[in-house]
Nanobody
Framework: QVQLVESGGGLVQAGDSLRLSCAAS????????MGWFRQVPGKEREFVAF????????AYADSVKGRFTISRDTAANTVALQMTKLKPEDTAVYLC?????????????????WGQGTQVTVSS
């Protein structure tokens, strides 16, 4: 049974940094990769970042390029999202997800498994 558990969310001020982590268990294959999405109530889920398990493919939403960095620890089965220069518009529930595809997965339909999410709130 695949389980994804996010942690690291919280309340920060604009300009601060925050590091999210996603612990993955039950993933038997190392094909594909992991992604981060975010969701605000009343809006569609938004792609944030993707990293293949091989480390060779990455993708970022334009809104976070240069501020967010996705990384992985294959030994620990974790994926992290380092967020810097946070803005109030980054406020959302952040979810990690697992994709079986061998390309940069930027759409919800590219993912099979999802975590429950962790809240990030950025005050101005």
């Amino acid at each position: 049974q695949v389980q994804l558990v996010e942690s690291g969310g919280g309340l920060v001020q604009a300009g601060d940094s925050l590091r999210l982590s996603c612990a993955a268990s039950g993933l038997t294959l190392r094909n594909g990769g992991m992604g981060w999405f975010r969701q605000v109530p009343g809006k569609e889920r938004e792609f944030v970042a993707f990293l293949s398990w091989s480390g060779q493919l990455t993708a970022y939403a334009d809104s976070v390029k240069g501020r967010f960095t996705i990384s992985r620890d294959t030994a620990a089965n974790t994926v992290a999202l380092q967020m810097t220069k946070l803005k109030p518009e980054d406020t959302a529930v952040y979810l990690c997800a697992a994709s079986p595809y061998l390309f940069s997965a930027t759409m919800e339909t590219h993912y099979d498994y999802w975590g429950q999410g962790t809240q990030v709130t950025v005050s101005s």
